[in-house]
């Protein structure tokens, strides 16, 4: 089977990235998943944004953490891409779209932060009351072994960046090897969440290993070439 294709930040090489935007037209393209990061605020709310700082993808400064949502929200996240306005998207925004379109959630806690565990903590309570289908995924080993502890029924998945070991931590159901981990390692991707995949050569090495998940910035692109590549005798 060809690996389900999640949208990275959304459709984020053709919308300004974690915008609603950006997520509507990744499932408008047949996206198996959508990707998102959460940062939480001063005063307790988990927002969708990359960076420690809004400085690159707004048209405001500061750190996330050190400001509050109604704060955040003065500023506009599209116009660095001349794409018009679009305002912060929350993580409460983006579960009530995906809750609607039946595609997979990947939200990824981002570290270190300031409020360690509580964001792990704000996302569990998000999750078990949406109720939508989602995992948890981040490169800190400590935080999916938090999350796992508080929503075990959630799949994990702890990314990798660095070094691809072997085997994986109890608390963690995936491994979520960077591509340029699966080149370097024969034989392995089976399973597994793939980040970032944009390059055809790429793209066809994520399905001839058996990745589970692979996420690309061009969901409808991504597609275009796994189908150009599937032999006639493959589904």
């Not at 569990?124 to 949406?130: D, F, G, N, P, V």
């Not at 055809?200 to 409808?220: H, K, Q």
Request: neutral net charge; aromatic residues 6%; proline residues 7%.
């Amino acid at each position: 089977m060809p690996p389900e294709l999640v949208a990275h930040r959304g459709a984020s090489a053709l919308r300004p990235e974690h915008t609603l935007a950006a997520y509507e037209l990744a499932i408008a393209q047949g996206a198996d998943g959508v990707e998102c990061d959460v940062r939480l605020t001063r005063d307790g709310h988990l927002v969708c944004v990359h960076d420690r700082t809004i400085d690159r993808t707004s048209d405001g400064r500061g750190a996330v953490s050190a400001m509050s949502l109604e704060e955040l929200s003065r500023h506009d996240f599209g116009a660095k891409l001349g794409d018009g306005p679009a305002p912060l998207l929350t993580l409460v925004d983006l579960l009530e779209l995906v809750a609607d379109s039946g595609v997979r959630l990947f939200v990824e806690t981002k570290h270190p932060v300031r409020y360690r565990g509580e964001v792990e903590r704000r996302l569990a309570e998000l999750l078990a009351r949406h109720r939508v289908d989602a995992l948890m995924m981040s490169f800190s080993p400590a935080a999916v072994r938090r999350f796992k502890a508080l929503a075990p029924a959630v799949p994990t998945v702890l990314l990798f960046g660095r070094y691809w070991p072997q085997r994986l931590p109890p608390f963690a159901d995936l491994a979520g090897p960077g591509v340029h981990l699966l080149r370097r390692q024969a034989g392995r991707g089976g399973g597994a969440y793939c980040w970032t995949v944009d390059e055809p050569a790429d793209i066809a090495l994520c399905a001839e290993r058996g990745v589970r998940f692979l996420a690309t910035n061009n969901p409808a692109q991504t597609r275009g070439v796994l189908a150009a590549n599937l032999t006639p005798d493959q589904p």
